[in-house]
């Protein structure tokens, strides 16, 4: 299927996308203000989709199946809920002035409306589209930004480059999380910089047997990605397919779209076989801080981050209100997104742009596809889905501020069982079967939820072991949303029994048989009734051992102020011991891998310090073949270098409730390795050759040295690779 060219306006926003921030008193009052023709007017339930207009230049025309978006990146202005307040309260929301993507977008009569976010717009496309994004730098130069507490301007010649400096808070480029397409020239190259005042037109060709899922997009310019991502710079990509799967000779000779046995309502219809309402989440942690004459960020008694409302001052002269900010500090520019800030900050995980999110839509018995993006930079989540005991307890939780709320007797109800259906957008080879959800940063999730009573059911961050957490620190439960589920018809007739996890098997059985065709249909549905296979479904076919032809490992190593990228030393599956050799920061100057295309490798990664680091490589995709634990570092009778004392903790069996359960065999480009750990993954180097990294994705950490360049590069027969003709001639 091709789509045709979507005409949007400066900031495309497509209508099924999720609820915006406004620049009004309104966002006070609620966080479901429609948008009309630019969105449903609830949030985020999708059906149809309406793509608005567009304006795109005459340079830069959108043709056939293209897909083209203006986006202008520049300050924004919005209001942001403080959950330690009341709503209603001259705290209740702070004022914001952040980086973000902005246009001038049309509502549904026709009004120019200057539309103000702090998410980027969600971006829609079909294997075999090309999508032409050309992006604005509309932010000042560093010359002219003031530091805060200071008359001084930034100093725009930073002595290096991974350490944080204000030269670079305002240089951008962008970066496809996830998609399969070329890494050089135009396409997902983030070795590029955008000047201010300097625009760029990106050109990614989404090959035709891309694989559909859920992708996002989010600046990547070493020493501004973390600042720019936790001001909202981080959108949906959504790429939707209607390939069926094709057998052959009793084998599954190419695999289909999922989104073929998951169809979305359409407006008015009235349909024979089930449809799957989807929504889209995007988690964030938007960061920001109001600062003092000196520059130092307001803190409240306990420690966490102030912003004072309106009000008059000891002389009686009115004071307008804080806004919140996320700039270089004075002395350490990184000082809103270090190591303990958000934490300490007391700030909410959004979702959407909005804290403390009301979802509203649901149906009892209805299977939805949730599509949960972690576009963050400094929390870790592991969500439930529990139902509340009181709704009214649990919305007034939400609009009086946290007080004294006990989240666990606000959401005391049993854990909703959900179904795994893709990581990190890639469909698994069977559905997975939970009542936990983890994202880590970069991490995508894609679920099958069905509700079996009416009800408030609580969206709940749960309690992380400091172990398990990016920020080695432990996480309180936290409500970061609810959802309201309705009964329709009678309540007797409801499936309120019903097993979750039968009942979305039976309605998946139910959408093949109408949507598929004789033995496909029949095998399709046979593998989901024989342990809820999706092999038909699935892109990437299991790397066996036998495939292997070289070895790669990743070390990260956190001893502050060194934020560095190593190797394990010797061979540590072989019993040697693990421990790390050549660890360096980022250089950009430097290849420190070049990969064989056509090439499949092995790759071990762990983390040393104190705490863990997300992987995550861009380009190819990699399968978890096991992750190993330590069975007990405290225990000095064990000895690791045995490999008996290491405990592969991904498969989905009784009693491991490691978050790495049920990733055995799946496809990722975004893994959390903690120390302690040894994570082994396989790659395949396909299609693309060309320069690009691999990092921590843990923004800030990534921003300080915790990349490495990578070379996909042609082989030249002669057991090495082939060099590009300007490095041929250097210094000839």
Request: charged fraction near 20%; aromatic fraction near 6%; glycine fraction near 10%.
């Amino acid at each position: 299927m091709r789509i045709s060219c979507l005409k949007i306006i400066s900031l495309a926003i497509v209508s099924i996308f999720l609820p915006p921030f406004l620049s009004t008193e309104a966002r006070a009052q609620s966080d479901d203000l429609p948008l009309a023709a630019l969105r449903t007017p609830d949030d985020g339930m999708a059906g149809h989709a309406d793509h608005g207009t567009a304006a795109l230049s005459a340079q830069n025309a959108c043709v056939g199946g293209d897909v083209c978006y203006d986006l202008r990146v520049g300050y924004v202005d919005g209001r942001i809920r403080n959950p330690a307040f009341p709503k209603d309260s001259p705290q209740g929301y702070d004022n914001v002035r952040l980086r973000g993507y902005f246009g001038d977008v049309e509502d549904s009569q026709g009004r120019q409306t200057e539309q103000i976010e702090l998410v980027a717009p969600q971006v829609e496309l079909a294997p075999g589209n090309i999508f032409r994004l050309t992006l604005h730098n509309e932010l000042p130069p560093a010359e002219e930004m003031v530091l805060p507490g200071t008359t001084e301007t930034c100093d725009t010649t930073p002595e290096d480059h991974n350490t944080p400096h204000c030269a670079n808070f305002n240089l951008t480029n962008m970066h496809t999380h996830g998609l399969w397409v070329t890494p050089v020239g135009n396409g997902d190259n983030v070795l590029l910089t955008i000047n201010p005042g300097i625009s760029f037109t990106y050109e990614y060709p989404i090959p035709p047997d891309h694989p559909a899922g859920t992708f996002w997009y989010h600046s990547h310019r070493h020493g501004s990605t973390a600042p720019q991502v936790a001001s909202g710079m981080a959108g949906a990509i959504i790429i939707r397919g209607d390939r069926a799967p094709v057998l052959a000779d009793d084998q599954w000779v190419a695999p289909g779209d999922v989104d073929v046995i998951l169809p979305r309502p359409v407006e008015g219809e009235e349909a024979d076989a089930p449809r799957f309402p989807e929504r889209v989440m995007l988690f964030q942690q938007i960061a920001y801080a109001c600062r003092d004459e000196a520059g130092a960020i307001k803190t409240n008694e306990d420690g966490t981050w102030r912003c004072d409302a309106a009000g008059t001052d000891d002389q009686g002269q009115e004071v307008a209100a804080d806004i919140g900010t996320l700039e270089p500090g004075p002395t350490n520019a990184f000082d809103q997104i270090t190591f303990n800030s958000w934490p300490v900050s007391g700030r909410h995980t959004a979702i959407n742009g909005i804290v403390g999110k009301t979802f509203s839509g649901s149906t009892v018995g209805t299977v939805e596809r949730w599509r949960l993006i972690h576009a963050g930079v400094r929390q870790t989540i592991r969500l439930h889905i529990r139902k509340a005991a009181d709704a009214e307890v649990a919305s007034e939780a939400l609009e009086e501020g946290e007080g004294e709320i006990d989240v666990a007797q606000v959401c005391s109800g049993e854990p909703v069982e959900v179904m795994g259906l893709a990581t990190d957008g890639l469909t698994r080879t069977a559905l997975d079967p939970r009542t936990e959800t983890w994202l880590q940063p970069g991490y995508r999730e894609d679920l099958l939820v069905t509700f079996p009573e009416a009800g408030t059911y609580c969206i709940l961050n749960a309690p992380v072991d400091s172990a398990d957490s990016i920020n080695a620190l432990e996480n309180e439960p936290a409500i970061l949303g609810l959802v309201n589920v309705e009964t329709v018809g009678d309540p007797a007739e409801e499936p309120a029994s019903t097993d979750p996890s039968q009942h979305i098997l039976s309605q998946l059985v139910a959408s093949a048989t109408a949507a598929l065709e004789g033995d496909v249909a029949d095998r399709v549905i046979a593998d989901l009734q024989d342990g809820m296979k999706l092999v038909a479904f699935n892109k990437h076919p299991p790397i066996t051992r036998d495939q292997i032809n070289g070895r790669q490992s990743v070390a990260f190593n956190f001893a502050p102020p060194d934020f560095a990228i190593g190797e394990i030393g010797q061979d540590f599956l072989g019993g040697t011991g693990l421990f790390q050799v050549g660890a360096k920061e980022y250089d950009g100057a430097v290849l420190d891998r070049i990969l064989p295309l056509g090439g499949t490798e092995e790759w071990l990664l762990t983390s040393f310090g104190p705490a863990g680091h997300p992987f995550h490589i861009h380009v190819n995709p990699f399968e978890v073949i096991e992750i190993l634990k330590y069975s007990d570092p405290n225990d000095p009778s064990i000895n690791p270098l045995d490999p008996s004392t290491w405990v592969d903790v991904s498969g989905r069996t009784d009693g491991n409730t490691e978050q790495y359960a049920g990733l055995k065999g799946s496809w990722k480009d975004t893994l959390f390795v903690p120390p302690n750990h040894v994570a082994r993954v396989r790659m395949r180097y396909e299609r693309y050759i060309g320069d690009f990294v691999l990092h921590c994705h843990i923004l800030d950490h990534e921003d300080v040295g915790m990349m490495q360049n990578v070379r996909i590069a042609l082989p030249n027969g002669k057991g090495g690779f082939d060099m590009p003709m300007t490095e041929q001639h250097v210094g000839h």
